[in-house]
């Protein structure tokens, strides 16, 4: 066994037992990845290494930081012996609200070296949709005015991930679309359009530079599937706007 680590020899009855304390408490897995201590996404992590079989060895400060997390020691998550609850007298800690991290921007134009990955942007959590599940969607927040018919600079995309909600994207929708071009990634929200050359992601603006192809500036609808060099992944669809007060 490595220093510092748990042998996931039993990773399916670990997650069980995690199952279970999470039932008594009534917390969610972000909730849970998130009072250990560890990405909000850790508990995901875990359970697809189960599920494709590719287990890794846990570590203790992890185990640690979900026995905290949900009131029990990390012999009986590792075990099922000893105490499920802790003794202690101390409050089990809460999240302060079920809802979303905000996870990054996007931003028509604003080309970085990365593409689209989860780090929270800041500690605000913003509500989610009630119509489909929490652990399917994310928050990411505008900036600029590419999509200022439907979205300002500012407002936050409450978004449904099409793998993990495991749905698709239709003509019509609003979406959450990468780019990538000579190893550069631009991360937007396009609405997705039906024309005669095709399918298309269109900005969705006021702004001439989006919407009049005569302006000097103006930046046209990209194609879908049109050949080239440059490769477009569609992330998500937008299922509802979060406006700050």
């Given at each position: 066994?490595?220093?510092?680590?748990?042998?996931?020899?039993?990773?399916?009855?670990?997650?069980?037992?995690?199952?279970?304390?999470?039932?008594?408490?009534?917390?969610?897995?972000?909730?849970?990845?998130?009072?250990?201590?560890?990405?909000p996404s850790y508990m995901r992590?875990?359970?697809?290494?189960?599920?494709?079989?590719?287990?890794?060895?846990?570590?203790r400060e992890s185990l640690a930081?979900?026995?905290?997390?949900?009131?029990?020691?990390?012999?009986?998550?590792?075990?099922?012996?000893?105490?499920e609850e802790s003794l202690t007298d101390a409050p089990v800690p809460r999240p302060r609200a079920?809802?979303?991290?905000?996870?990054?921007?996007?931003?028509?134009?604003?080309?970085?070296?990365?593409?689209f990955r989860e780090d929270p942007l800041n500690a605000d959590i913003v509500p989610f949709d009630?119509?489909?599940?929490?652990?399917?969607?994310?928050?990411?927040?505008?900036?600029?005015?590419?999509?200022?018919?439907?979205?300002?600079?500012?407002?936050?995309?409450?978004?449904?991930?099409?793998?993990?909600?495991?749905?698709e994207a239709r003509p019509g929708d609003l979406v959450v679309a990468e780019r990538k071009r000579d190893g550069a990634y631009e991360l937007s929200a396009r609405r997705m359009r039906i024309t005669p050359d095709g399918l298309v992601l269109a900005h969705d603006s006021?702004?001439?530079?989006?919407?009049d192809p005569k302006h000097p500036q103006y930046q046209a609808p990209t194609r879908i599937n049109s050949p080239g060099d440059e490769e477009i992944r569609i992330l998500a669809r937008v299922i509802s706007i979060y406006r700050p007060l």
């Open positions: 066994m490595a220093a510092g680590k748990a042998e996931a020899e039993d990773l399916g009855s670990l997650l069980a037992r995690i199952d279970k304390r999470q039932r008594a408490l009534g917390l969610s897995d972000r909730a849970v990845s998130t009072l250990a201590g560890l990405s992590g875990l359970r697809r290494q189960f599920e494709t079989g590719a287990q890794e060895d846990v570590r930081g979900l026995s905290r997390a949900m009131n029990t020691s990390v012999e009986w998550l590792l075990t099922g012996e000893g105490e079920p809802g979303l991290e905000v996870f990054g921007t996007v931003a028509a134009g604003n080309w970085k070296d990365h593409g009630p119509r489909y599940h929490i652990e399917h969607q994310y928050a990411l927040e505008v900036r600029g005015i590419s999509i200022n018919r439907v979205a300002d600079d500012g407002d936050i995309l409450i978004c449904l991930d099409l793998g993990r909600s495991r749905t006021t702004d001439p530079a989006f919407a």
